[in-house]
């Protein structure tokens, strides 16, 4: 199989906003968010369905995925909610995506598709991080 994009991040070939890592995940800040903040949390292991992680590492990642929630709500807490999708279609490669959100609308926006602000996402990497 070859290397997804998010692999290439895991190994450091190209470069990420990351907030968390540990054994069996990475999280790293999305360079087209659907919201200000978007996390990106995804297995070490490429799978194309999260169904198909073992139990140890999907166990692990959705750890990270409850840690990076909270942090979510403790950088932004004047948001309402803290999104979760998990659908797959863009990398395949077993993800999690967060972000926070006040209304369903934010939820479902689209990425802008702009050039990514490399300082921003920085700057709010250092703030998310843990």
């Known amino acids: 199989m070859e290397d997804s994009i998010f692999t290439k991040i895991i190994k450091g070939e190209i470069p990420c906003h990351k907030v968390h890592e540990d054994d069996h995940s990475l999280a790293f800040l999305d360079i087209n968010p659907i919201q200000p903040g978007m996390v990106l949390v995804v297995s070490k292991q490429q799978v194309d369905h999260l169904w198909d992680l073992p139990t140890d590492a999907y166990d692990s990642l959705m750890q990270t995925v409850y840690k990076v929630g909270n942090?979510?709500?403790?950088?932004?807490?004047?948001?309402?909610?803290?999104a979760v999708i998990v659908e797959?279609?863009?990398v395949a490669h077993a993800h999690v995506k967060l972000f926070p959100v006040d209304n369903e609308q934010q939820v479902?926006?689209?990425?802008?598709?702009?050039e990514p602000d490399h300082v921003l996402l920085a700057a709010m990497a250092d703030k998310l991080r843990f």
């Open 71 to 82: 942090q979510l709500r403790k950088t932004f807490p004047d948001k309402k909610r803290v």
């Open 88 to 90: 797959g279609f863009e």
């Open 108 to 114: 479902r926006a689209l990425p802008a598709h702009k």
